[in-house]
């Protein structure tokens, strides 16, 4: 089926672990997002790309990284989490010319 | 501010009209959108509005732009028990950053039977 597919869809780490939160889609979209949702605080953007081998910072960056090494992938890694990265993360995305975005399912991330 | 702002909680009667308002920050933005959140489920686009409509309507929804105040609102005709769920505004920014869609903090939206 077409869409965007996150994995996994929930995830229990230790503080100082390293991960990465997949993220793919099979509809040829440029553009790529990942978000993070906090109760009471809406989605915030934490990194984009407009297109393989171009990203950048969205308003919430530090302790994340991305890589957009295929126009299908865009990884969000996390080199040594915190509990403060305790949230549930939305990947997104959206081709030129389309008005809105397509959204994953989510994955759920706790931080103990 | 960078603030996209909402109000958090609104409860309706099924078969009553919802408005769910927000208020965003760019003059410039170029889109604005509704999107719904089902419990445990991602975001689904709802509708959008380009910046230089004023109205749109689609079946039971029906947006309003007022850029004078950045002002948009969503309206639910005949409110069901199934239209429940968290909604967010969120505005498309201009510039080098045309990717930067930024959201609302959401309305929970609660239907009384």
């Known amino acids: 089926n077409a869409g965007v597919t996150q994995t996994p869809k929930f995830q229990v780490l230790k503080t100082g672990q390293s991960m990465t939160l997949q993220c793919a889609q099979d509809m040829n979209h440029e553009y790529m997002s990942w978000y993070r949702q906090d109760p009471g605080m809406g989605l915030r953007l934490i990194h984009y790309s407009v297109g393989a081998g171009i990203t950048d910072q969205g308003e919430v960056p530090n302790g994340y990284n991305v890589s957009r090494s295929t126009t299908e992938d865009f990884p969000l890694r996390l080199l040594s989490a915190a509990p403060s990265q305790t949230s549930v993360y939305f990947c997104?995305?959206?081709?030129?010319?389309?008005?809105?975005?397509?959204f994953g399912s989510g994955t759920r991330l706790t931080v103990v | 501010g960078e603030d996209v702002e909402q109000s958090l909680f609104l409860s309706v009667r099924e078969g009553d009209s919802s408005v769910i308002n927000c208020t965003y920050t760019d003059s410039s933005s170029t889109y604005l959108y509704w999107y719904k959140q089902e419990p445990g489920a991602g975001l689904q686009l709802l509708t959008y509005i380009f910046s230089n409509m004023d109205m749109k309507q689609d079946q039971r929804l029906t947006v309003l732009l007022n850029k004078k105040d950045k002002h948009l609102s969503l309206r639910i005709a005949d409110t069901q028990t199934g239209d429940s769920a968290i909604y967010f505004c969120?505005?498309?920014?201009?510039?080098?950053?045309?990717?930067?869609?930024?959201f609302g903090t959401g309305t929970l939206l609660a239907v009384q039977p």
């Open positions: 997104a995305s959206r081709n030129q010319g389309v008005y809105g975005y397509t």
């Open positions: 969120a505005e498309r920014r201009p510039g080098g950053a045309t990717n930067k869609l930024i």
